[in-house]
């Protein structure tokens, strides 16, 4: 059972993907979890073939426990049970936590819904619009599955303020010449491959990490580890309410256009029950903005094990000094929260200053 959030000490297995006997290669997704997060894909992370089922559907167990056992290729040649082991889920309905917590307050059977999320997934929406043809209302009670969620990200950052020591760096970005790009870039493009000014600063993060590589590291083992590749965690709020921070992967080396097409991929993932295990378990660094809510900025709290946190406000217009005239700018608040423990206030200042100089020249991210 892997751990997908800082404070999980146990999942839900929920079906399985594969059966004994079957091949699998790193990467595929082998099982269903379901966590205060919602519903899982768990990928496996070797390649080799199944050898047995050891948790059956529907059991609830700690973080660490095996699951299933699986012959690495090339190791020696045992007994392959070819049969699915007893309790081995047919193919499942996929429902979003929101919208299976929903339905059975409701008492909608998810099998007579039409899901319109990925691959037809059922979402909340799916489940409302069916009870309200079927002239059922909502119940107005209900510990949710949000509010599970918000109770779990509650806890987990409660622990990031008890254990790590936090310090806070800011600074004000001219956003001009990225956002006038930006608005020239976007009129060569169909409307369906326009860039949202959120990738620009994902990707500008990204590359600073180059040079302040201390910033994209995590815990393990009671010490720190700096990461090669750069999985940027992105804040993505939930339509039912609670907070996920899925990782986009090797974000310094994806094209905008790349970049794009994955946000807006993994951004409709998290909302609709599809995350994968690695989106959960891989950041090594988060980007949080709530620019679109109206804040003129934010000082995110470190999310375990990783070190660092960025936050980005709105962008909004300012007097703005250049070239020695005073001139009205788009500007954009960015900050940095980060583990003194890693890192101090020079090299985070440090780290602010190469994203700003990165998005004065947006043609080059």
């Given at each position: 059972?892997?751990?997908?959030?800082?404070?999980?000490?146990?999942?839900?297995?929920?079906?399985w993907?594969?059966?004994?006997?079957?091949?699998v290669?790193?990467?595929?997704?082998?099982?269903?979890?379901e966590?205060?997060?919602?519903?899982?894909?768990?990928?496996?992370?070797v390649?080799?073939v199944?050898?047995?089922?050891?948790?059956?559907?529907?059991?609830?167990?700690?973080?660490?426990t095996?699951l299933?056992?699986?012959?690495?290729?090339?190791?020696?040649e045992?007994?392959?049970?070819?049969?699915?082991?007893p309790?081995?889920?047919?193919?499942?309905?996929?429902?979003?936590?929101?919208?299976?917590?929903?339905s059975?307050?409701?008492r909608?059977?998810?099998?007579?819904?039409?899901?319109?999320g990925?691959?037809?997934?059922?979402?909340?929406?799916?489940v409302?619009?069916?009870?309200?043809?079927?002239?059922?209302?909502?119940p107005?009670?209900?510990?949710?599955?949000?509010?599970?969620?918000?109770?779990?990200?509650?806890?987990?950052?409660?622990?990031?303020?008890?254990?790590?020591?936090?310090y806070?760096?800011?600074?004000?970005?001219?956003?001009?010449?990225?956002?006038?790009?930006?608005?020239?870039?976007?009129?060569?493009?169909?409307?369906?491959?326009r860039?949202?000014y959120?990738?620009?600063?994902?990707?500008?993060?990204a590359?600073?990490?180059?040079?302040?590589?201390?910033?994209?590291?995590?815990?393990?083992?009671?010490?720190?580890?700096?990461?090669?590749?750069?999985?940027?965690?992105?804040a993505?709020?939930?339509?039912?309410?609670?907070?996920?921070?899925?990782?986009?992967?090797?974000?310094?080396?994806?094209?905008?256009?790349?970049?794009?097409?994955?946000?807006?991929d993994?951004?409709?993932?998290?909302?609709?029950?599809?995350l994968?295990?690695?989106?959960?378990?891989?950041?090594?660094?988060?980007?949080?903005?709530?620019?679109?809510?109206?804040?003129?900025?934010?000082?995110?709290?470190?999310?375990?094990?990783?070190?660092?946190?960025?936050?980005f406000?709105?962008?909004?217009?300012?007097?703005?000094?250049?070239?020695?005239?005073?001139?009205?700018?788009?500007?954009?608040?960015a900050t940095?929260?980060?583990?003194?423990?890693?890192?101090?206030?020079?090299?985070?200042?440090?780290?602010?200053?190469?994203?700003?100089?990165?998005?004065?020249?947006?043609?080059?991210?």
């Open positions: 059972m892997p751990i997908l959030a800082a404070d999980m000490t146990a999942g839900t297995l929920i079906a993907r594969k059966g004994p006997g079957d091949v290669k790193r990467g595929d997704v082998i099982a269903e979890v966590t205060d997060k919602g519903l899982i894909d768990v990928e496996v992370f390649s080799g199944v050898q047995k089922i050891v948790v059956q559907p529907g059991a609830t167990v700690p973080t660490g095996v299933a056992l699986i012959r690495e290729e090339g190791a020696a045992g007994a392959v049970p070819l049969a699915p082991a309790g081995l889920a047919p193919a499942r309905l996929r429902i979003s936590p929101a919208a299976k917590q929903l059975e307050e409701l909608v059977d998810p099998a007579a819904v039409q899901g319109t990925p691959g037809g997934a059922i979402t909340r929406e799916d409302e619009r069916a009870a309200a043809s079927a002239g059922i209302t909502a107005r009670s209900a510990l949710d599955l949000s509010t599970r969620m918000r109770q779990t990200i509650g806890a987990a950052m409660a622990r990031s303020k008890r254990e790590i020591p936090h806070y760096v800011a600074t004000t970005i001219d956003m001009h010449q990225a956002l006038t790009w930006l608005g020239e870039e976007n009129l060569k493009r169909p409307v369906t491959e860039l949202l959120g990738v620009l600063l994902l990707k500008a993060v590359l600073a990490l180059h040079e302040v590589p201390e910033l994209n590291a995590v815990w393990r083992g009671g010490r720190v580890v700096r990461s090669e590749a750069i999985h940027v965690g992105v993505v709020s939930l339509r039912g309410g609670g907070l996920v921070a899925p990782a986009l992967h090797d974000v310094d080396r994806q094209s905008l256009s790349d970049l794009m097409r994955s946000f807006r993994l951004v409709q993932r998290a909302r609709t029950a599809g994968r295990s690695s989106e959960l378990s891989d950041p090594t660094i988060t980007v949080t903005s709530l620019g679109e809510q109206g804040a003129e900025s934010v000082y995110g709290i470190v999310y375990p094990p990783q070190v660092a946190i960025v936050g406000g709105r962008v909004g217009e300012r007097p703005w000094s250049v070239d020695g005239k005073l001139l009205p700018r788009r500007v954009v608040s940095l929260s980060a583990d003194h423990r890693v890192s101090d206030g020079h090299r985070g200042s440090r780290f602010l200053t190469l994203v700003e100089r990165l998005l004065q020249e947006p043609q080059r991210l």
